[in-house]
């Protein structure tokens, strides 16, 4: 799946971002967590990102987030790519919070704002499936 993203970066049909980095997180990073909610509870301020350490990094998850949509208003992206499980990316399942290995239903930072700003986001499996409409 990876190749099949690498060759659409590669023609110009695909661009490659991690919201994370974008808004200032270091690589590599401690895993974090959404605590109290899911990404579109953390955009309307009623939840926070912590990582493991228990510091909060709420505040950079948003501003990637915020990056990555103006990404994708400057590319005109009519489909959005995202990594499952992320808190920044989760589509549809994200970790509970607890750093426990516990998914829960919901949707990431990133994921919440983009679906929120009328974008179509679908995670990296249903793209490698091609099980996804693409209007």
């Known amino acids: 799946m990876l190749e099949k993203i690498q ?3 590669g023609e110009n049909k ?6 994370e ?5 270091p690589t590599p990073r401690e895993p974090a967590e959404i605590v109290f909610g899911t990404g579109e509870d ?12 228990g510091r909060e990094v709420t505040e950079l998850f948003v501003e990637g987030a915020y990056k ?5 208003r400057k590319h005109n992206a009519t489909l959005i790519v995202l990594k499952e499980n992320s ?16 998914k829960i239903p ?4 990133t994921a919440a704002l983009l679906r929120r700003e009328g974008f179509k986001v679908i995670s990296e499996q249903e793209f490698a499936s091609g099980a996804f409409d693409i209007r």
Do not use: Q, W
């Open 42 to 53: 953390v955009l309307d301020g009623r939840a926070k990102v912590i990582d493991r350490s």
């Open 68 to 72: 990555a949509l103006e990404t994708a």
């Open 106 to 109: 919901g949707e990431g930072v």
């Open 14 to 19: 695909a661009v490659l971002v991690c919201p």
């Open 21 to 25: 980095v974008m808004g200032g997180c």
């Open 87 to 102: 808190p920044s990316c989760g589509s549809g399942m994200i970790y509970d919070g607890h750093f426990s290995g516990n």
């Open 7 to 9: 060759k659409l970066a």
